[in-house]
């Protein structure tokens, strides 16, 4: 079982970052944290590493339900999403699978909210790829 959706992008870094943020806002999702993990490793580290941006993505109303139902599923929130560069040229946009990432609580309403999230952000990842043959 994966435990990401993923879409390849072809352009320019920046723009499939702008491209993510866009498809997750459709879905009413907003970025509540972004790390740039290409700097982080650079400033703490001096490792050079290819662009690669962890994008914190939430949407409050299901966030909220979750919270209601499984107090500690804060510690899994929000929803990461990663936009990463490869040499090719290509940019791949992945974002969690929230079914899979919520198995390890044991409570069934959670998985019915996890799979409502989970339908969103296939829906976001289908946007992107569909873009991307455009």
Request: charged share 25%; proline share 4%; net charge negative.
């Amino acid at each position: 079982m994966t435990y990401y959706m993923a879409a390849k992008l072809q352009g320019p870094f920046d723009d499939a970052i702008a491209r993510t943020e866009a498809a997750l806002k459709t879905e009413g999702f907003g970025v509540i944290s972004r790390i740039d993990i290409q700097q982080t490793l650079k400033s703490k580290i001096d490792v050079d590493f290819r662009p690669y941006t962890i994008l914190g993505a939430c949407n409050p109303g299901l966030a909220h339900e979750a919270l209601q139902v499984e107090d500690k599923v804060g510690l899994m929130l929000p929803c990461n999403v990663i936009v990463q560069q490869y040499g090719s040229g290509e940019v791949e946009v992945a974002a969690i699978d929230p079914v899979v990432s919520m198995q390890a609580i044991d409570n069934p309403e959670l998985t019915k909210a996890a799979q409502v999230v989970r339908d969103k952000l296939s829906r976001v990842i289908e946007l992107l790829r569909q873009g991307a043959s455009e």
